[in-house]
Structures are given as C-alpha cells and as structure tokens.
C-alpha cells in the first residue's frame, strides 16, 4: 500500500514538475524582455558603450543574468576573447546551459549578438520575444493542466498494472 501511494505521489510530482517548468520558461521570457528594452533605453538615449551598459543593467536583473551581463562586460573591457560577436556566442553557450529557453530562443538570442548596435535589431528580437511570451502563455494554459492530470493518471496506471 504504501509503495502503491509513493508512486502515485511520484508521478503527480513529476506532472506538477512538468507544469512548473513552462511557468519558469514564461519568467526566463520576460527577464529577457525587460533586459533587452533596458538595453534598447541606454543605447538609445546615453549612447554607452555596451561594456557600461551591460553592466549597468546587471544590477538591476536576477542573478542569473546578472552574471551573465557582468562576465559581458568584463570580457567586452578586456578585449581577450575576440570580437564582439565571439564574447556574446561564447557567454551565451556558458551561461544559458540549464535555462529552459527553446533552442530556436537560444538561436534568435545568439544572432541579436550580430547586429545589437542597430536599434531595429532591438526591435525585432523585442517582437519575437513578444511572440513567444505570448506562445508560452497560451501553452501554460493549455497544456498545464493537462501535465498534472497526466501525472497523478500515470501514477494511477502504474499502481494497477503492478498489482
């Protein structure tokens, strides 16, 4: 009976898990987003260089993209790690390696690195940003619950296969 009830618990957890990953997807999303009009702002109205305005920003994000901007900024100052583009790829791969970003995320965060002086590039990762916000909503609804009720299911099935 009580392994019976510890796999229905584990799987209900592991459906809850599931669940909980989209809505950390969603809050990696819009971190992102509020970056990036961060940097849109300095670079518009200070015109900085992007080593000040990484760390600039830096201080007003989570920690994980704190480090990220910091290490940036830092890479960007000292000049060791090539260009502009091979700093930006490079602490992307090292610092965005557990996120739950998509790889077509990943993919459209490296290419911003191609083009970020140009305020038109800002606007358009803005607006894919936005897409995807959007598409992670409308899948936090759709298939949240669906990820739960699948879990404590398969718990369910598992324990009667078993008997």
């Known amino acids: 009976m009580i392994g019976s009830v510890m796999i229905i618990v584990a799987c209900t957890v592991m459906g809850f898990e599931?669940?909980?990953?989209?809505?950390?997807?969603?809050?990696?999303?819009?971190?992102?987003?509020?970056?990036?009009?961060?940097?849109?702002s300095e670079l518009q109205y200070t015109k900085a260089a992007f080593a000040e305005v990484f760390l600039k920003i830096s201080r007003k994000?989570?920690?994980?993209?704190?480090?990220?901007?910091?290490?940036?900024?830092?890479?960007?100052?000292?000049r060791e790690k090539g260009t502009f583009q091979e700093v930006w790829e490079y602490e992307i791969a090292e610092n965005f390696k557990n996120s739950q970003l998509t790889k077509e995320e990943l993919e459209d965060l490296r290419q911003v690195g191609k083009n970020l002086g140009y305020l038109e590039t800002l606007d358009l990762y803005l607006e894919q940003l936005d897409l995807s916000i959007?598409?992670?909503?409308?899948?936090?609804?759709?298939?949240k619950k669906l990820y739960q009720s699948m879990g404590?299911?398969?718990?369910?099935f598992l324990v009667i296969v078993l008997l």
Do not use: C, P
């Not at 809505?23 to 849109?40: A, C, D, G, N, S």
């Not at 959007?134 to 298939?143: C, D, G, L, V, Y």
């Not at 404590?152 to 369910?156: K, N």
């Open 18 to 40: 599931k669940g909980h990953e989209l809505q950390v997807h969603l809050r990696e999303l819009e971190e992102l987003k509020r970056i990036f009009t961060l940097i849109q």
């Open 61 to 78: 994000t989570d920690d994980k993209y704190k480090k990220w901007l910091r290490e940036l900024a830092s890479n960007l100052e000292k």
């Open 152 to 156: 404590i299911m398969a718990g369910i």
């Open 134 to 143: 959007q598409r992670t909503r409308e899948e936090i609804k759709s298939k």
